[in-house]
């Protein structure tokens, strides 16, 4: 069984004096391992860093120093890429096997989690596991060396991991708890956060640690890189988009401010609306009222958080995933779950500016009759420019291929999205015309994009009970010739008079849409004035797409 211990490892000083750690990673990490003299709770603190300052090193330094057979320490609210990066740090750090343990949903056994437990070491638990353990007794408590926090700007009041820290701090009155963040944009506005964070954590010590702190930028100021930064602007539709989501974000926010006035939002505003936690901080300061807000209410947060997204979207997402995206949020707002007109949609969608939302990112993807436009992100053509450069100067430099030097190119992305088109660009780049090097996947997301229209269209049809074709989805190749055999297509002697009719008035309806501009979103285009769509031009244009 685990025994409680905080007894730091004899080879502390030893880890301390690797090279692998800066002089500021040392000074934090001293601060948050108290000598063996010194009371337990002088390294409780929460940690704040800026992004890249390494904050893994640190975490995974503090978990070998505290490691050991009698030892059980828990970290909470890592993700899964966290904990493989962590593990493999620790594995360098010469922590033997198990080293990290991780424990979750699959692990169904609840004798074996016990069993874990009890063995100590450390551990990788998610929240909802934790708390359901200590609440059935299943891991002592008591016998918790300490807790180890990531992503502490998550711990609110009404979260999961401050009903943990509770339950431990009641239980376990001599253990450690160190919490680290490296979203310092979250607790940017007011204090706040802050103090709602530090109150749920129940810890009494914070360090600020910005790129510009002095020691920080001392240490990383001795070896600077060559950085040769390239800016790349916005196509034309990307920066009409962007300046309409704007619009509507500052129209939300005023219409929010305008309906609850009881509630202060001095620092609500356009400048701190550009932090990624800013609605997080809108329904969080509605938290204590939110049981007597109206619904419009509760849209405009739910809204504040859409528009907020949309504008990285625009920024990350390609040109179709992006118009997909927009055309989800339409369905969304326009149709109830049982398939009529939804009552509460969001205001910002009668906007005149979302108008240019829509119809900028519909054209960036194709124009009328589904000619293709497919236009890529810039960042991909500066991409190619810049890896081109490189080629040309790794084949004039005279430099010894067989030598040490691999000329190994690193491209590092945000998310694993980005990453995996990135790869699919590299793949088809030669392939594609020098000024569109992702041609090759645009005409890939179009394919599907074209799918699931049809999709839609179909499913559209089957709730009416309209007959419709049976065939795949549509491909660039077939739809003129799908299009052509349909407007040629003429009622047999053979049919009733009824069948005649029906099929003139279908042919009626349909020539009177190609003279409107095949739809309403279509019509608004070409008169330059457009109309939000609604469920009916919605459903209609699946259709449409669907019978290609």
Same mark, same amino acid.
């Given at each position: 069984?685990?025994?409680?211990?905080?007894?730091?490892?004899?080879?502390?000083?030893?880890?301390?004096?690797?090279?692998?750690?800066?002089?500021?990673?040392?000074?934090?990490?001293?601060?948050?391992?108290?000598?063996?003299?010194?009371?337990?709770?002088?390294?409780?603190?929460?940690?704040?860093?800026?992004?890249?300052?390494?904050?893994?090193?640190?975490?995974?330094? !503090?978990? %070998? &120093? =505290?490691?050991?057979?009698?030892?059980?320490?828990? /970290?909470?609210?890592? @993700?899964? $890429?966290? #904990?493989?990066?962590?593990?493999?740090?620790?594995?360098?750090?010469?922590?033997?096997?198990?080293?990290?343990?991780?424990?979750?949903?699959?692990?169904?056994?609840?004798?074996?989690?016990?069993?874990?437990?009890?063995?100590?070491?450390?551990?990788?638990?998610?929240?909802?596991?934790?708390?359901?353990?200590?609440?059935?007794?299943?891991?002592?408590?008591?016998?918790?060396?300490?807790?180890?926090?990531?992503?502490?700007?998550?711990?609110?009041?009404?979260?999961?991991?401050?009903? !943990?820290? %509770? &339950? =431990?701090?009641?239980?376990?009155?001599?253990?450690? /708890?160190?919490?680290? @963040?490296? $979203?310092? #944009?979250?607790?940017?506005?007011?204090?706040?956060?802050?103090?709602?964070?530090?109150?749920?954590?129940?810890?009494?010590?914070?360090?600020?640690?910005?790129?510009?702190?002095?020691?920080?930028?001392?240490?990383?100021?001795?070896?600077?890189?060559?950085?040769?930064?390239?800016?790349?602007?916005?196509?034309?539709?990307?920066?009409?988009?962007?300046?309409?989501?704007?619009?509507?974000?500052?129209?939300?926010?005023?219409?929010?401010?305008?309906?609850?006035?009881?509630?202060?939002?001095?620092?609500?505003?356009?400048?701190?609306?550009?932090?990624?936690?800013?609605?997080?901080?809108?329904?969080?300061?509605?938290?204590?009222?939110?049981?007597?807000?109206?619904?419009?209410?509760?849209?405009?947060?739910?809204?504040?958080?859409?528009?907020?997204?949309?504008?990285?979207?625009?920024?990350?997402?390609?040109?179709?995933?992006?118009?997909?995206?927009?055309?989800?949020?339409?369905?969304?707002?326009?149709?109830?779950?049982?398939?009529?007109?939804?009552?509460?949609?969001?205001?910002?969608?009668?906007?005149?500016?979302?108008?240019?939302?829509?119809?900028?990112?519909?054209?960036?993807?194709?124009?009328?009759?589904?000619?293709?436009?497919?236009?890529?992100?810039?960042?991909?053509?500066?991409?190619?420019?810049?890896?081109?450069?490189?080629?040309?100067?790794?084949?004039?430099?005279?430099?010894?291929?067989?030598?040490?030097?691999?000329?190994?190119?690193?491209?590092?992305?945000?998310?694993?999205?980005?990453?995996?088109?990135?790869?699919?660009?590299?793949?088809?780049?030669?392939?594609?015309?020098?000024?569109?090097?992702?041609?090759?996947?645009?005409?890939?997301?179009?394919?599907?994009?074209?799918?699931?229209?049809?999709?839609?269209?179909?499913?559209?049809?089957?709730?009416?009970?309209?007959?419709?074709?049976?065939?795949?989805?549509?491909?660039?190749?077939?739809?003129?010739?799908?299009?052509?055999?349909?407007?040629?297509?003429?009622?047999?002697?053979?049919?009733?008079?009824?069948?005649?009719?029906?099929?003139?008035?279908?042919?009626?309806?349909?020539?009177?849409?190609?003279?409107?501009?095949?739809?309403?979103?279509?019509?608004?285009?070409?008169?330059?004035?457009?109309?939000?769509?609604?469920?009916?031009?919605?459903?209609?244009?699946?259709?449409?797409?669907?019978?290609?």
């Amino acid at each position: 069984m685990a025994t409680s211990t905080h007894k730091c490892s004899s080879t502390t000083q030893e880890l301390l004096d690797r090279p692998y750690l800066l002089p500021f990673h040392r000074s934090i990490i001293r601060s948050l391992v108290p000598k063996d003299d010194d009371p337990v709770e002088e390294g409780d603190a929460l940690i704040i860093l800026a992004r890249g300052l390494g904050l893994r090193r640190i975490v995974s330094t !503090i978990l %070998r &120093i =505290y490691d050991g057979p009698k030892n059980l320490v828990v /970290l909470v609210n890592a @993700s899964q $890429d966290e #904990e493989t990066g962590i593990g493999e740090e620790l594995t360098t750090l010469g922590v033997k096997r198990p080293g990290l343990r991780v424990i979750h949903h699959e692990m169904s056994s609840k004798q074996s989690r016990q069993e874990i437990y009890l063995s100590g070491g450390i551990l990788s638990v998610t929240s909802r596991i934790l708390v359901v353990d200590m609440l059935s007794k299943r891991i002592p408590t008591d016998l918790i060396t300490g807790l180890v926090v990531l992503h502490a700007e998550k711990v609110s009041p009404t979260s999961v991991e401050a009903f !943990i820290f %509770r &339950i =431990y701090r009641q239980e376990n009155k001599v253990s450690f /708890l160190k919490a680290f @963040s490296d $979203d310092p #944009e979250y607790f940017a506005i007011g204090l706040g956060p802050l103090q709602t964070v530090m109150s749920q954590l129940q810890v009494r010590k914070v360090e600020l640690w910005p790129r510009f702190h002095k020691q920080a930028n001392k240490d990383l100021g001795q070896r600077k890189a060559d950085v040769i930064e390239l800016h790349q602007p916005l196509s034309r539709s990307m920066r009409n988009i962007q300046t309409a989501i704007v619009e509507c974000l500052d129209a939300t926010l005023s219409e929010l401010k305008r309906s609850n006035p009881s509630v202060e939002m001095e620092e609500f505003s356009m400048e701190n609306a550009i932090f990624r936690a800013f609605d997080v901080m809108v329904r969080k300061r509605l938290d204590p009222v939110w049981h007597r807000v109206s619904p419009k209410t509760k849209q405009l947060v739910g809204d504040l958080t859409t528009l907020r997204g949309l504008l990285n979207y625009l920024l990350t997402y390609d040109a179709v995933t992006f118009n997909s995206f927009l055309e989800t949020i339409l369905a969304s707002n326009t149709t109830s779950l049982t398939g009529g007109t939804r009552q509460n949609q969001s205001p910002w969608l009668f906007m005149d500016s979302s108008n240019v939302i829509f119809t900028e990112a519909k054209r960036r993807v194709y124009y009328f009759d589904v000619v293709p436009v497919l236009e890529e992100l810039p960042k991909w053509s500066l991409l190619k420019e810049v890896l081109d450069e490189i080629e040309q100067e790794i084949h004039f430099t005279a430099t010894d291929l067989c030598g040490p030097t691999n000329n190994t190119i690193l491209i590092m992305t945000e998310s694993d999205r980005t990453c995996s088109q990135v790869r699919e660009i590299l793949s088809s780049m030669d392939e594609c015309p020098k000024e569109a090097p992702g041609r090759h996947l645009m005409e890939h997301l179009l394919g599907d994009y074209l799918y699931w229209k049809s999709s839609l269209g179909k499913m559209d049809a089957n709730l009416k009970g309209k007959p419709m074709s049976s065939s795949s989805g549509p491909t660039l190749n077939h739809i003129q010739e799908d299009r052509t055999s349909s407007e040629s297509s003429e009622p047999t002697e053979n049919q009733n008079e009824a069948l005649k009719r029906k099929a003139s008035m279908q042919r009626g309806q349909q020539k009177r849409r190609r003279q409107r501009g095949g739809s309403v979103g279509w019509a608004a285009a070409a008169r330059k004035s457009t109309v939000v769509a609604g469920p009916q031009a919605f459903e209609e244009e699946n259709a449409e797409i669907s019978g290609l």
